[in-house]
Structures are given as structure tokens and as C-alpha cells.
């Protein structure tokens, strides 16, 4: 168990309506990275938050948005679905710090199905 | 640059060693290992630097050539838990964005 929590577990939505997904980051974490995986892919990176700030974003759309709450829990938010965002969302937390890499510790992920 | 990993898929034998590699045409900061049971979240096994350092826990280490610019995954004496997808991912320097591989697909028999 890493501590990192998402909700909900599954959403089944039709196209052109628009999503949320909440993570809750573990205890001591300053950052969320919310990565995209479709089936039989690795996770792709859609974009970082650090201290309620983007810390920088991968190659999405501009519909794929977030945010980042002085509790350091994190929203992704979808616009405008389309079949293709069909995917597991999984949201990552770390300590960033001056020194050293982050450790991403990964929560159960989001099974959004698009209709 | 995605890395790439190899082989794409593995099938062993409980009791068996197997090596899961992965490499990039840039030169890198770090490289993140992970395995993913089916239906789960990826699950955090080590991180190496550059600098060729090797690490290890239980019977699952890694090696980091960076002259090679690849990172070796080695599993020794294979158990039914090991089985799962493998992936690398790699950052190209301290406040880069983790890129991951496609992953290698690892089935222990028992």
C-alpha cells in the first residue's frame, strides 16, 4: 500500500462530456504526476504538479487539465471526451527536494471508459 | 525519446534467473523500475543514478551503464510473485518528466 488514493474506481462516460478525477497524495508529498495508460502500453506522462503549481506537461491537449490543492490532493480534469481517452488514469506521488531524484509511488489508478 | 525495452515478453520456470533491459539513445539522469500485476498500479522496486551504481533487494537488482546509456533488471532464482509487466522509465536529468518504456511482460510457471 502506498498511501496514494484516487477516485472513483471506474467511470463510464459518453463522448463529449467532461471528467474528474481526484488523487490524494501520501502523507509528506508535494507533488502529483498523472500519467495516462492504455492497455498493453506504459504510462504516459500528462503533466506534474509541485506546490499547487504545473511543473511541467507532456503531450496533451489543452482539454486535459489540473490542479493541485494546498493539501497537495490533485484533480484531472477532461474536456470534451473523446473514445480515445478511454484509459487508466494513475496519479503518482513524490517528495520533491533540492537533491536527488523523485520517488513516484503510484495509486490504484481510474478506469475511465468513453462510449 | 521513449526507452525500449527488451525482450517483450518472458516465460520462465519457477527457479529460473531472467535479465529485463532497458536503453536510450540520450544520455540520463536516472532510470525508475516498476512492476505491474494485472488490474493494479505500478509498483515502485529501486531507482539508480548515473554514475553506474548497482542496487539490489531480495533476489531483484539493477545496474545502470552509463556509457551504455541502458539499465539491466536482473531477477534471479524467479518466484510465482515475479510475474507481472516490468517497466523502465527514464529522466534525462533532475527536473525532467519520467518517460516509460512499453514494458516487458514477465509470466512465471510454476
Known amino acids: 500500500e502506498t498511501g496514494v488514493t484516487q477516485s472513483p474506481t471506474h467511470l463510464i462516460k459518453t463522448r463529449g462530456q467532461q471528467v474528474t478525477l481526484r488523487c490524494s497524495s501520501q502523507?509528506?508529498?508535494?507533488?502529483v504526476s498523472w500519467y495516462q495508460q492504455a492497455l498493453g502500453q506504459g504510462p504516459q506522462f500528462i503533466f506534474q504538479y509541485y506546490r499547487e503549481e504545473e511543473n511541467g506537461r507532456g503531450n496533451f491537449p489543452p482539454r486535459f487539465s489540473g490542479l493541485q490543492f494546498p493539501n497537495y490532493s490533485s484533480e484531472l480534469n477532461v474536456n470534451a471526451l473523446e473514445l480515445d481517452d478511454s484509459a487508466l488514469y494513475l496519479c503518482?506521488?513524490?517528495?520533491?527536494?533540492?537533491?536527488?531524484?523523485?520517488?513516484?509511488?503510484f495509486g490504484p489508478g481510474t478506469r475511465l471508459t468513453v462510449l | 525519446q521513449q526507452p525500449v525495452q527488451s525482450p517483450q515478453a518472458v516465460i520462465l520456470r519457477e527457479g529460473e534467473d531472467a535479465v529485463i533491459n532497458c536503453s536510450s539513445s540520450?544520455?540520463?539522469?536516472?532510470v525508475h523500475w516498476y512492476r505491474q500485476k494485472h488490474g493494479e498500479a505500478p509498483v515502485f522496486l529501486m531507482i539508480l543514478l548515473k554514475g553506474g551504481e548497482q542496487k539490489g533487494h531480495d533476489k531483484i537488482s539493477a545496474s545502470f551503464n552509463e556509457k551504455k546509456q541502458q539499465s539491466s533488471l536482473y531477477l534471479t532464482a524467479s518466484q510465482l510473485s515475479y510475474s507481472g509487466t516490468y517497466f523502465c522509465?527514464?529522466?534525462?536529468?533532475?527536473?525532467?518528466?519520467?518517460?516509460f518504456g512499453k514494458g516487458t511482460r514477465l509470466h512465471i510457471l510454476p
Open positions: 502523507s509528506g508529498h508535494n507533488t
Open positions: 503518482a506521488s513524490s517528495l520533491k527536494t533540492s537533491g536527488g531524484p523523485d520517488t513516484q509511488y
Open positions: 522509465g527514464t529522466e534525462r536529468n533532475r527536473d525532467d518528466k519520467i518517460i
Open positions: 540520450k544520455a540520463l539522469y536516472s
